[in-house]
């Protein structure tokens, strides 16, 4: 079993992939349709966007199973596949993988609010636990609790993946700039009160990810930095705020402008650096050039 601490003891940075709905996207996922799905109708499409990023040279890849939880699946009357979709997920992306790259099992939220009592604790924890399990089972190195904002669910889903598995267990959050130019989840939670928390509920790595972009994650960094000098912290951020031309989105942060913002990450604390919404086999090629072959 490879560890992420153990590797980045003897590596300065380590560089994760990009985007997986915006290449999906590329490939014709449409809105309102289910990604993870794909692991069993498209294998081949899920397995070219996660050897995208390894031909980029990334270190870590993901897994098409963001929205795999069953509370999520039951959206799409998908929730009792959910074992087998998340399991497809991880074998695709060990493939792709080999054995020299990370692979990271991804879990986000629910969608649900656990504190509003809108579904038991327990159903959440269940549902995380199941989806750990069966990202375990197809391969991965870790389990990657991404895009969380509320820590009362973020903290179940670390539970749910220690008590699941002995992997290491990564967890970040998402934060935007507020009026005040501080930075806040939707729920309100600081990048500071994070870091505390995450450590205290168990997660081996924090971060963040998704966001307005590279350059406003430097100000997370230095944020969770003041409180927390130790423990590893994985950035993925999006390619800057995405804009509408013809009906589409469009992120405007070029791989040039992305890794050189990127440096200035490592440089400001960050150990491993990738990319969310927006960013492609491009834009991790030119972090790659960047952080380890300049």
């Known amino acids: ?24 996207q590329e490939r014709g996922l449409q809105h309102g349709e289910c990604p993870e799905l794909w692991n069993v109708t498209r294998r081949g499409d899920v ?16 897994t098409n199973s963001f929205g795999a939880s069953p509370i999520r699946l039951a959206h ?37 609010v656990p504190m509003k009592g809108h579904v038991k604790d327990a159903d959440v924890f269940n549902g995380f636990r199941l989806q750990a399990t ?24 670390i539970r749910a993946a220690r008590d699941a598995t002995e992997l290491e267990v990564i967890c970040t ?9 501080d930075y806040r989840t939707m729920t309100g939670v600081s990048p500071a009160e994070m870091a505390k928390a995450l450590k205290g509920a168990g997660a081996s790595i924090i971060g963040a990810n998704c966001g307005n972009g590279f350059g ?19 950035v993925q951020a999006n390619a800057g705020l995405p804009v509408v031309e013809n009906g ?20 400001c604390g960050a150990n491993i650096i990738g990319g969310c919404c927006g960013t492609t086999p491009s834009h991790i090629r030119a972090i790659v050039k960047e952080l380890k072959m300049s």
């Not at 397995?47 to 993901?62: E, H, M, R, S, W």
């Not at 069966?134 to 889903?157: F, H, N, P």
């Not at 959050?173 to 130019?181: E, H, I, M, P, Q």
């Open 216 to 234: 406003q994650m430097i100000d997370v960094v230095r944020d969770i930095r003041k409180v927390d000098s130790a423990t590893p912290l994985l």
């Open 173 to 181: 959050f998402t934060f935007d700039r507020t009026a005040t130019g």
């Open 134 to 157: 069966a990202l375990k089972q197809g391969g991965v190195d870790a389990i990657l609790i991404e895009t969380m904002s509320a820590i009362d669910e973020a903290e179940i889903a």
């Open 47 to 62: 397995f070219a966007v996660a050897k995208g990023y390894v031909d980029a040279g990334a270190d870590i890849i993901l």
């Open 248 to 267: 589409k989105l469009v992120y405007n942060e070029t791989p040039e402008m992305v890794a050189l913002k990127a440096r200035t990450l490592m440089e």
């Open 76 to 112: 799409f009357d998908l929730e009792d596949r959910a074992a087998e979709l998340n399991k497809a997920a991880a074998a695709i992306s060990r493939e792709a993988a080999g054995d020299d790259v990370f692979v990271l099992g991804s879990v986000g939220p629910t969608g649900v």
């Open 1 to 24: 079993m490879k560890s992420l601490i153990e590797a980045l003891r003897s590596r300065r940075v380590l560089v994760s992939d990009g985007a997986w709905g915006t290449m999906l």
